[in-house]
């Protein structure tokens, strides 16, 4: 349980199927929901196409509710990626087209569930500059486990997808790519930037940012446990590998709590034990003993970043992170930066010295799309750069006026968020309503 709880903090986004993460943007045309639409299953023989195939595809309708003046065009792409037992599956991605976007290039942003509000203004702010935008967004059926990899490599066959998808009229094959993502969507993101080399390079990658980033399973877990933060349920799905090890150690209690947990919310949602040690003998008979029972143990270690040399990233990343991070340590992450910079990477690191890990993400937006924009210009700075950010304010015109409606709005979650997260951390309430908001 203690995988699954943790895996579900840190990987909410992927267990989001599209109809739950587009809702705040537009109830009407929907999709249904993957079960019971038949958009998501894949044609017979599809297992024979190659990883990044696209399977169907639709237009969809998404409402921007004004902050963007022109039309974006929106579609959903089936395509095909691998599970993590290495069978063919298809999962869905979709790319938004604004009016005048540019023809050979996009940015692929990897939302997170829990945070959608965030996810879709920071979405919007990349249409507004004219980027066509991926979103890669349900991750198929192993998706609740947090598996990195597979989270990594269906990004990058979903960037096979788009840069194959001809509707939206690019100029070129190999359009240039920049990937983001932050909290959940940079474990995609920071996985995608270190399979790349081998398992795509033909994409043309121009940048990773990403924040707030999971480098280390194990250390979050730890980080996390007994905290307000372990109250994130386990999601539906936990399938196959965690199952026979959970109903073996499992206490009464344990099973009650998630029993409970499963029974009365959604993935992603919080507080059904909070303050509750996952790693006790009251939720399951290992204790701590569970980080190293060797299923748990070798799910924990596979999903390290920057362990091994031949997965560093070959294109600048900027990382970021909030020292005060109260959800994912921040030394995992300095960790990370280390490792890559010892195998060569180009990293610019940058620490938050203010905010907490939902502020983070707002207050970083500028310097992230200043780094989006340096990276497919290539004025990104070689080698390893590290700087401090002590700032908490988000300046409404730090991005120009065309993106100050929603920088304004950005400003209003921070304002809920509270200094540093600190309203957050003293009522979760706030935190679901910053996350429910519109
Ligand atoms: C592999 O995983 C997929 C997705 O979880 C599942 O549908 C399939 O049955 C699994 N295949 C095998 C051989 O276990
Ligand atoms: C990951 O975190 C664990 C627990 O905090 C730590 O023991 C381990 O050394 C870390 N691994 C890496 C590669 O940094
Ligand atoms: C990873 O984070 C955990 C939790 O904060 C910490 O105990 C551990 O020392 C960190 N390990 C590394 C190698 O960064
Ligand atoms: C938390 O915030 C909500 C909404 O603002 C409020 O209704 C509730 O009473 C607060 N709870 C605590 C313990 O402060």
Redesign the pocket.
């Known amino acids: 349980m203690a995988v699954m709880a943790l895996m579900t903090a840190i990987t909410s986004t992927q267990a989001a199927a599209v109809p739950i993460v587009h809702a705040p943007l537009a109830r009407r045309g929907l999709p249904k929901s993957p079960s019971s639409d038949p958009f998501y299953d894949p044609p017979a023989g599809f297992e024979s196409s190659k990883p990044g195939t696209i399977l169907r595809q639709r237009k969809i309708n998404v409402a921007f509710f004004g902050l963007i003046p022109d039309p974006v065009e929106s579609y959903q792409l089936l395509y095909r990626t691998t ?1 993590i ?1 290495g ?1 063919a ?1 298809a999962t869905v991605t979709t790319v938004f087209k604004p009016t005048n976007a540019k023809k050979d290039r996009f940015v692929s942003s990897k939302r997170h569930m829990t945070a959608q509000p965030r996810s879709q203004l920071i979405l919007q702010a990349y249409l507004l500059l004219g980027y066509v935008v991926a979103s890669p967004d349900y991750e198929g ?2 998706a609740a486990f947090g598996p990195g990899r597979l989270a990594g490599t269906g990004v990058l066959d979903g960037m096979r997808a788009i840069s194959s998808f001809s509707t939206l009229g690019f100029n070129t094959k190999t359009p240039q790519i920049v990937g983001t993502g932050y909290s959940g969507g940079a474990i995609a993101t920071g996985w995608a930037a270190s399979l790349q080399p081998s398992y795509a390079s033909e994409l043309d990658i121009k940048g990773w940012a990403q924040g707030g980033t999971p480098a280390n399973l194990t250390g979050t877990l730890v980080y996390i446990d007994d905290t307000l933060f372990s109250g994130f349920i386990p999601p539906p799905a936990y399938g196959a590998l965690i199952n026979p090890v959970l109903d073996r150690i499992i206490t009464d209690n344990g099973r009650s709590a998630l029993n409970k947990a499963k029974a009365t919310c959604a993935p992603g949602d919080l507080i059904n034990f909070p303050e509750k040690s996952i790693l006790s003998t009251d939720f399951q008979t290992l204790g701590r003993g569970l980080l190293y029972e060797p299923t748990i143990r070798s799910i924990l270690q596979k999903n390290t970043m920057g362990v091994t040399k031949s997965e560093t990233p070959a294109a600048p990343v900027f990382v970021y992170h909030a020292t005060y991070d109260e959800i994912i340590p921040y030394a995992n992450t300095s960790t990370l930066v280390d490792s890559w910079c010892d195998y060569g990477a180009d990293v610019k690191f940058t620490t938050y010295g203010a905010g907490g890990h939902i502020t983070t993400e707002v207050i970083a937006l500028p310097e992230v799309i200043k780094f989006v924009e340096a990276a497919f210009a290539g004025t990104t700075d070689k080698g390893c750069t590290r700087n401090t950010e002590l700032g908490s304010i988000l300046n409404p015109l730090a991005l120009g006026a065309d993106l100050e409606p929603i920088l304004i709005k950005l400003v209003e979650v921070l304002a809920k968020a509270g200094t540093g997260d600190s309203d957050i951390k003293k009522n979760l309430t706030v935190l679901e309503d910053v996350v429910t908001w519109h």
């Open positions: 599970a037992n069978s599956i059926p192993d």
